[in-house]
T-cell receptor
Framework: EAQVTQNPRYLITVTGKKLTVTCSQN?????MSWYRQDPGLGLRQIYY???????DKGDVPEGYKVSRKEKRNFPLILESPSPNQTSLYFC???????????FGPGTRLTVT | EDQVTQSPEALRLQEGESSSLNCSYT??????LFWYRQDPGKGPEFLFT???AGEEKEKERLKATLTKKESFLHITAPKPEDSATYLC??????????FGQGTTLQVKP
């Protein structure tokens, strides 16, 4: 089954404790993105990658890092999480940036 | 600056009462306009892609249309299971996907 998977689905952590949210897709897509979704602000792009070893900032990259060492994986790293990064996070992939994106199930992160 | 505005923010319909959702956009070099459906706590689910003005696409009770400035998602004779948040997004020359804030639709039986 073609899908985007994210782990963990739920995470509660404390300020400053480094964490990684994994994202994997099995569709051989070149383009992958990370979004955060907040009430009243909608979906906002954090980072995106157009291919292996190619990443670029989205609209809200501060406080986040990404890497793209393999085509299928695109982890999101929070080196020192803060409470304002409490949000619902989605990973997405697409074959080409002009095509529809397929979203993962989401990771709900709470930073206390 | 690429921008997407959706209206209304919320819409309540009776089952069978047809209506339309609006998505107004400005984008540098439209590569695609996308409609998604999102259920609470879940990832957006792809519905349609429109590439050029005049294009229309249909799926069951949903029909999406596109002009140079806006897109409409028409819902014909909706059912309670159509209740969800509908998201519009545009992709332009920047390579980014810009989302609107969505329209939350509630269909009452």
């Amino acid at each position: 089954e073609a899908q985007v998977t994210q782990n963990p689905r739920y995470l509660i952590t404390v300020t400053g404790k480094k964490l990684t949210v994994t994202c994997s897709q099995n569709m051989n897509h070149e383009y992958m993105s990370w979004y955060r979704q907040d009430p009243g602000l909608g979906l906002r792009q954090i980072y995106y990658s157009m291919n292996v070893e190619v990443t670029d900032k989205g609209d809200v990259p501060e406080g986040y890092k990404v890497s793209r060492k393999e085509k299928r994986n695109f982890p999101l790293i929070l080196e020192s999480p803060s409470p304002n990064q409490t949000s619902l996070y989605f990973c997405a992939s697409t074959a080409d940036r002009g095509n529809e994106q397929y979203f993962g199930p989401g990771t709900r992160l709470t930073v206390t | 600056e690429d921008q997407v505005t959706q209206s209304p923010e919320a819409l309540r319909l009776q089952e069978g009462e047809s209506s339309s959702l609006n998505c107004s956009y400005t984008v540098s070099g439209l590569r695609g306009l996308f409609w998604y459906r999102q259920d609470p706590g879940k990832g957006p689910e792809f519905l349609f892609t429109l590439y050029s003005a005049g294009e229309e696409k249909e799926k069951e009770r949903l029909k999406a249309t596109l002009t140079k400035k806006e897109s409409f998602l028409h819902i014909t004779a909706p059912k309670p299971e159509d209740s969800a948040t509908y998201l519009c997004a545009v992709g332009g020359n920047t390579g980014k996907l810009i989302f609107g804030q969505g329209t939350t639709l509630q269909v009452k039986p």
